[in-house]
């Protein structure tokens, strides 16, 4: 499946599940990924509960419902695979727009990598290729 195309035609809510060192879960809101040309996906984050858990355990599954009827998306497990702070490359791939003072007063941005290890359809055991 080509992540890149798929997230430039799709619109949707991508939900990003993270779990600590000890299992405990947590669920953030998320806009879609970036896909890198070496096809590793790509995400913003604050330092928030997301970005800590991912220091502790690097799996997480995100989660996409496509804008359309039915339920239709994916589902992406992940493995975090490093990360950035390079404010040059987070300022071209930031899609939001603050004003530098809002967006300083957010605090820091990371910029995590992640391999995607598995893909799935919202609904269903199938696996797609990757």
Known sequence: MNLKNYFS???????LSTADNEGRVDAAI??????????????I????????????NPYAVYLF?????????????L????????PALIKEL??????????????PKFLVYFEVENIRPLIGNDETDH
């Open 45 to 56: 984050m604050r330092e928030r509960l997301t970005h800590k858990n991912l220091q502790e």
């Open 65 to 77: 419902v496509e804008n359309t009827p039915g339920y239709r998306g994916l589902r992406l497990y």
């Open 79 to 86: 493995k975090k695979h490093s990360e950035d702070t390079d």
């Open 9 to 15: 035609e799709q619109k949707g809510i991508g939900v």
């Open 94 to 107: 930031t899609r939001r727009c603050l004003s530098p003072e809002e967006d300083q007063a957010k605090g």
């Open 30 to 43: 998320y806009a879609r990924p970036h896909i890198m040309e070496d096809g590793r996906l790509a995400m």
